[in-house]
């Protein structure tokens, strides 16, 4: 059980890094974009092809990532010169990146099993420093020991580094460009900047963070496949929604926070759904849809519930009040 | 010339049933520091004058001219490095999920270039609260509030101040305080004034208020139909009366001045 537990939270902490990028877009730019179910798998391709032929995986994690920004830009060219709506810029190219994903790869398939990968790195590295006889000294009240704590804590700063630079980016001048093109897109342009070229810009960044978390979720599972990012964007929907649910979206700073909580809480939650007998793996979408519904639906139950309530206890008031008087 | 517009046409839905010509061969051309009053009945063409100096919309002919520079090609973002604007919708010239600070911030970048420096510093953010001194609102001790919590009036004031604080070539107002109530349009025009005679701005405004239109400014020019009908300025713009306005548009026109809105002063 905490094993299972364990594993979601590692990989939590891999989507939150999708999940981030999905924020950028969606969020802050306020562009539904769907490239995101392609370019997760262009990172995750280019990652493992790379590391195939015998790239250095960090290397070869930071060129899934500069192709992954391409991939967004060009939904973003797409967009602002091509004139095609976002969601239609997205699906073109998130169609169109299915059959570059399977060129890159030459299969549908590439296994990394054998392979000398960021993951195994890091393993090795905490292994020789020592570092999990530490840690699991620290813990041995628990009387609970992973195989390694090496992935836990590197992706855990991975993903929390990640999200102290966009929010620092999101403080800058080009940031507050970006945000204010998804806010009010007009009054953008009457302050001289290029929404235009901050879209292509924004969405760029958002699908580099996607590919890298494609890259890393590659190398993690052991293999890329052609078919991994189907309904990516959804489950990047579902870390943001239930993050702000949970742990509120007042600033940049707590949003971003809240984006890895959401992204973590949800592989909690399918890891325990899936421990539910009748449900088996490939059920798996199936629950993030239904995750995703409930999560937009009870926050609105909820308010008007309490809306509805203030209603009732405002006309109490009065109806008290014209009794009385 | 600050402004030059030379024998601008507009039309919409050219060739459909409901084409409109909007714009008919204007020409116009203010020097430095010229405050042009603009009135005109409903669809005169006002806004779409405006739009086509701010680049926002491009003319079927003719050309803008911006400081003796053709900028006729120049797209909105391009052209805002001379022009600063403040809209009729109050929501139209803020970000409302963004806080006073960073939309003062964004609007201080005008005219430079963007980089990867903090939008807001503390130097700047000394500066921002300066300025947002001037509008006797109290804004300045609410620096991280977000936009969207201020009233109509508010955004308004600070859409002015974001137009205006970074010294623009030409401001461009239209109707800016006809969204607001009676006493927060006089406070908004209050400040307008204000500001144009500090900067010392060549400015544009468009207005219902015939009374406000004489009241302010050293030219006034009168639209209907696409054309500018009539024009007066300097001493002659002093000696002009509410009614002798009406009575031009009807000597002119043949008819009444037709606008719901217009507010006789
Ligand atoms: N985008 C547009 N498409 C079609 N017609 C338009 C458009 N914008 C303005 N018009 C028409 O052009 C004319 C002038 O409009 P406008 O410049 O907004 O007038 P004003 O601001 O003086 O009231 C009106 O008849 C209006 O209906
Ligand atoms: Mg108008």
């Known amino acids: ?325 | 010339m600050l402004l030059a517009l030379k024998q601008v046409t507009k039309v919409f839905n050219e060739g459909t049933i409901d084409e409109k010509v909007a714009l008919r061969s204007i020409n116009l051309t203010l020097a430095p520091g010229d405050f042009v009053t603009i009135i005109g009945s409903n669809g005169a063409g006002k806004s779409t004058m405006m739009n086509i100096i701010s680049g926002r919309l491009f003319p079927d002919t003719g050309s803008v001219w911006i400081n003796g520079k053709d900028v006729t090609s120049l797209r909105e973002h391009e052209r805002a490095r001379y022009i600063g604007r403040v809209f009729q919708d109050p929501l139209a010239g803020t970000a409302p999920n963004m806080t006073i600070e960073e939309n003062l911030a964004l609007a201080y970048n005008r005219t430079k270039r963007r980089t990867l420096k903090f939008g807001v510093t503390k130097k700047r953010r000394d500066f921002f609260r300066e300025a947002l001194a001037t509008l006797h609102l109290g804004l300045e001790n609410r620096l991280t509030a977000k936009v969207g919590l201020l009233s109509g009036g508010e955004r308004q004031a600070l859409s002015l101040l974001m137009a205006t604080f970074t010294k623009p070539d030409l401001l461009l107002l239209d109707e800016h305080t006809a969204a607001l109530d009676p006493a927060r349009a006089e406070l908004v025009t209050e400040l307008t004034k204000e500001i144009v005679e500090k900067y010392k701005l060549t400015t544009l405004m468009v207005t219902h208020n015939m009374e406000q239109a004489l009241r302010l400014g050293n030219r006034l020019i009168m639209m209907d139909q696409g054309q500018i009908i009539f024009e007066a300025s300097g001493n002659e713009k002093q000696s002009l009366t509410v009614e002798r306005l009406l009575q031009e548009f009807q000597r002119i026109r043949g008819s009444q001045f037709a606008s719901d809105r217009a507010v006789l002063g």
């Not at chain 1, 967009?79 to 990146?97: C, D, E, Q, R, V």
């Not at chain 1, 600033?251 to 939650?269: D, K, N, P």
């Open chain 1, 1 to 325: 059980m905490s094993t299972a537990i364990f594993s979601a939270i590692e990989s939590g902490f891999i989507y939150a890094i999708m999940a981030l990028g999905v924020y950028l877009s969606f969020r802050i730019l306020d562009f539904p974009d769907l490239t995101v179910d392609g370019s997760f798998v262009t990172g995750a391709a280019v990652a493992a092809v790379l590391i195939v032929n015998g790239t250095n995986p960090f290397l070869a994690s930071a060129v899934a990532l500069l192709v992954g920004f391409v991939a967004g830009s060009v939904t973003g060219i797409l967009h602002t010169k091509g004139k095609i709506n976002p969601l239609l810029s997205g699906i073109l190219m998130m169609i169109a990146l299915y059959s570059i994903n399977l060129r890159i790869m030459g299969r549908s398939n590439v296994p990394l099993l054998q392979q000398d990968t960021v993951m195994t790195a890091m393993t090795e590295a905490w292994q020789k420093a020592g570092l999990d006889e530490a840690i699991n000294g620290i813990f041995s009240f628990s009387g609970f020991v992973p195989r390694t704590w090496a992935i836990f804590v590197t992706m855990a700063l991975v993903a929390i580094v990640i999200k102290l630079l966009l929010d620092q980016l999101l403080k800058t001048e080009i940031g507050l460009a970006l945000r204010a093109t998804g806010d009010n897109k007009q009054m953008v342009s009457s302050f001289s900047a290029n929404t235009d070229w901050l879209t292509i810009f924004g969405l760029g960044l958002s699908n580099a963070l996607v590919a890298f978390s494609g890259a890393l979720v590659a190398q993690y599972g052991g293999f890329s496949d052609v078919g991994m990012g189907i309904g990516m964007i959804v489950i990047g929907l579902a870390s943001v929604i239930i993050g702000e649910a949970l742990f509120g979206a007042r600033t940049i700073a707590r949003a971003t926070l809240a984006v890895i909580g959401g992204a973590i809480v949800y592989r909690i939650i399918l890891a325990l759904a899936l421990r539910v007998k009748f449900l088996e793996t490939g059920d798996v979408k199936l629950i993030t849809a239904v995750i995703v519904m409930i999560a937009l639906i009870v926050p609105n139950m909820i308010a008007a519930q309490k809306e509805k309530r203030r209603k009732k206890r405002k006309a109490q008031e009065r109806g008290e009040h014209v009794a009385s008087a």
